[in-house]
């Protein structure tokens, strides 16, 4: 199994069971901000923090759209290539809305990662705390952190 991270010991227990029982490769729960609160799978800080910025990204751009053609944001997204499948899915706890990013292969199928994605929800709801106030999930350094990490992950300077 791999081994999990987290920022909050509170979302350490509902993400290694979901990364346990869906049999995912990687694994991020992050804010829709794009702060990381936990991850799995990942090798280099480099890559989950680029991985954060691309899956808040693509949230915000699928919740838009959505908006425009449906009046509502789109759900849970999935990508299905050819040996590596992703999928992104948001979640509401006490704490405020975060987002399940992962990559899975042939030993996990969409379907059972929704179903665990199901489950991973209620135990990340029941497990988050209350609130201690207005939520500033942004650090003052926030923004220059995201371009530094697109502009590296696009390979510009």
């Known amino acids: 199994m791999s081994p999990v991270a987290v920022t909050e010991a509170w979302a350490e227990a509902p993400l290694r069971q979901f990364v346990e029982d869906a049999r995912v490769e990687l694994a991020l729960l992050l804010h829709v901000s794009g702060q990381v609160l936990g991850q ?6 480099m890559d989950v923090m680029s ?10 751009t699928a919740a838009e759209l959505g908006r425009m ?12 290539g050819k ?8 979640t509401e706890t006490k704490r405020g809305h975060y987002l399940l990013f992962c990559v899975f292969d042939e030993r996990a199928s969409l379907g059972i990662v929704q179903l665990y994605f199901g489950e991973f929800r209620h135990r990340l709801a029941a497990a988050a705390p209350e609130a201690d106030g207005p939520s500033t999930p942004l650090n003052e350094h926030f923004e220059g952190e995201l371009n530094r990490n697109l502009a590296a992950l696009f390979g510009r300077p």
């Open 69 to 80: 053609l449906d009046g509502k944001p789109f759900g849970a997204l999935h990508y299905g």
């Open 83 to 90: 040996a590596k499948q992703t999928f992104l899915a948001g």
């Open 40 to 45: 799995a799978g990942f090798q280099r800080r």
């Open 51 to 60: 991985a954060c910025a691309l899956a808040a990204g693509i949230n915000a």
